[in-house]
């Protein structure tokens, strides 16, 4: 529910202005304004005495302040225009007190708390940190540094930031809600109009998340100008190093929340008979790894490989357990168990064509004979991949996409074998990396090798485009980022490591680019063995604590 009620004008520039602000405004909004043009700078008269490289190291470090001044408008568009008209319904607030024709939202205590989170002390944060950057614009025009700011601010100060991102899949939800309500939905429209921003209500609220994971890259911008004999430079190493392990800390604490929530909502689809003994799928320490659509194929009477039925099923992988499933529509939605198991006591074997439904056999023989006459299109190329030169239905031959799946031991002690087949070679590899990862190196089961890399020498791709992951084994990317390709399946899905943190995952090649620069990529792997050895010596400081 809402009420209308007066309201003094609304602005977005009547934030409280901090002791010794500074305007970062440039003349034009689509231009961001440079530290080279700042009046302070041109009566100083400094940039006839550096070079084009130190006034790039300058703008480097003056990024960081006038993205945070950006940031930091962001934040009170929130705390200061939008959380006095979105109220918990128990405020006590009435239509009375105001002068103006605007909104006031009410909404449940519960789902307030859940929307703007702790985004108070966030402000708190940015408006210390964007202080003592402004006061030392001020102090020095050309920085000495700032990776000293950077580093305390990071290591003492940030910490309420895990919590907001962590409750960010909570809050999405949220906001969600008041979309979804046609009322609210139009008092927030109304809202968004007075406040005279471009970005709806719900954009404001994933900055912290996105300034967080900006902030590597800007230490790493900073890094690209100084030289490496600079008495700064360790500083700033050990800066870009304690900003890394902070944003990996937020992106666990949202992964973490979003792993139970996902458990949370399996949990309620998911339907035991009265033969199989439940499992409780919720639990603290479990996580989805994988889940999707295979084919089974269920033998009938002793003539099995010639009367058979293919079952459309579901196989749920998680860190501990293996699920099988089929899906049900009627009169709802939910998976029947067919059988689990844990995922120690899972693996997965090649299928002999001994073994499979006649019918399939004799489907992929035709297949891959047509294939291997196939004609051209007229242009002089064939748009069919070489075939393997097993033919299909050898005794010792297997079907490229067919595997048994095989427990041994289910949840009553009994052993249990399961024929399945996906629907190409890749979904194929992906299952064998979450089930029986050691087998899955260097071939997919198509007498096919996908390219495999060594790990000293995998090429490094940079993210063009942001990528969400529709699985669990999938990488999110953010433009930006740099990943190693450890594998590469024909329909050009990588199987690939992030450098800023390690996470190992799929991704479709579509979204990077490869880079061709020897330079780059030693400065990148010399960026992660950085990394990885201010882990390790931390890991070895709590050791001895």
């Known amino acids: 529910m809402y009420h209308k009620h007066p309201q003094p004008p609304l602005s977005p520039q009547t934030s409280t202005a901090m002791p010794g ?8 909004d689509k231009q961001r304004l440079l530290w080279q043009d700042l009046a302070m700078v041109k009566e100083k008269g400094i940039l006839l005495t550096m070079s084009p490289s130190e006034i790039k190291h300058q703008e480097a470090m003056f990024e960081v302040l006038s993205t945070e001044e950006s940031y930091n408008q962001s934040l009170h568009v929130v705390l200061d225009s939008y959380m006095p008209r979105i109220l918990p319904a128990s405020t006590g607030v009435t239509s009375a007190s105001s002068q103006c024709d605007l909104p006031t939202v009410f909404i449940e205590k519960s789902e307030h708390h859940r929307l703007f989170s702790n985004l108070a002390a966030l402000v708190k944060i940015s408006d210390n940190f964007l202080e003592e950057l402004r006061a030392r614009l001020v102090e020095q025009v050309a920085f000495e540094t700032i990776a000293d700011i950077v580093l305390r601010h990071v290591t003492k100060h940030f910490y309420p930031y895990v919590n907001y991102c962590t409750n960010q899949t909570y809050q999405l939800q949220a906001a969600k809600k008041l979309y979804e309500n046609q009322s609210l939905k139009k008092a927030l429209k109304q809202l968004e109009s007075s406040i005279g ?21 800007l230490i790493v911008a900073i890094l690209d100008f100084l030289p490496e004999d600079s008495p700064h430079a360790t500083l700033t190493q050990q800066a870009l190093q304690e900003v890394k392990l902070f944003v990996a800390q937020c992106n666990e604490g ?21 033969k199989t003994k439940p499992l409780g799928i919720v639990s603290s320490k479990r996580f989805l790894k994988r889940s999707g659509h295979l084919y089974q194929f269920v033998g009938n009477g002793k003539k099995a490989r010639k009367n058979f039925d293919k079952h459309k099923v579901t196989l749920f992988v998680f860190n501990d357990t293996v699920l099988i499933a089929k899906l049900k529509k009627k009169p709802d939605e939910y998976y029947q168990v067919i059988d689990y198991t844990s995922l120690q006591l899972a693996l997965i074997e090649e299928c002999p064509v001994s073994e499979l439904p006649t019918k399939v056999v004799e489907a992929e023989r035709k297949k891959a004979s047509s294939m291997l006459n196939v004609s051209t299109d007229g242009t002089g190329s064939s748009e069919v991949s070489p075939q393997r030169s097993s033919t299909p239905g050898a005794d010792d031959a297997s079907i490229p996409t067919a595997f048994k799946l095989v427990f041994l031991e289910n949840w009553s002690g009994k052993n249990k074998e399961y024929l399945l087949m996906t629907e190409n070679l890749t979904d194929k590899a992906r299952w064998c990396d979450v089930l029986n990862e050691e087998e899955n190196e260097e071939t997919d089961g198509s007498g096919k090798k996908p390219i495999v890399y060594e790990l000293w020498n995998c090429p490094q791709h940079v993210v063009l485009f942001n990528y969400t992951p529709q699985q669990a084994d999938e990488l999110a990317l953010q433009a930006g980022d740099v990943v190693k390709v450890l594998r590469k399946m024909e329909d050009d899905w990588c199987h690939g490591e992030l450098m800023r943190d390690g996470t190992r995952g799929w991704f479709p090649i579509q979204f990077t680019e490869e880079i061709k620069s020897e330079d780059t990529r030693e400065e990148n792997l010399r960026q992660r063995r950085l990394l990885l050895a201010e882990a390790r010596m931390k890991s070895e400081n709590l050791i001895d604590l």
Do not use: H
């Open 197 to 217: 921003q471009k970005l709806p209500f719900s954009t404001y609220l994933t900055q912290p998340m996105q300034r967080i994971t900006r902030l590597p890259l």
């Open 21 to 28: 602000s500074i305007s970062l405004n440039s003349a034009s």
């Open 254 to 274: 949202a992964r973490s929340m979003e792993r139970m929530e996902e458990l949370i909502n399996l949990q309620k689809k998911v339907k035991f008979d009265s």
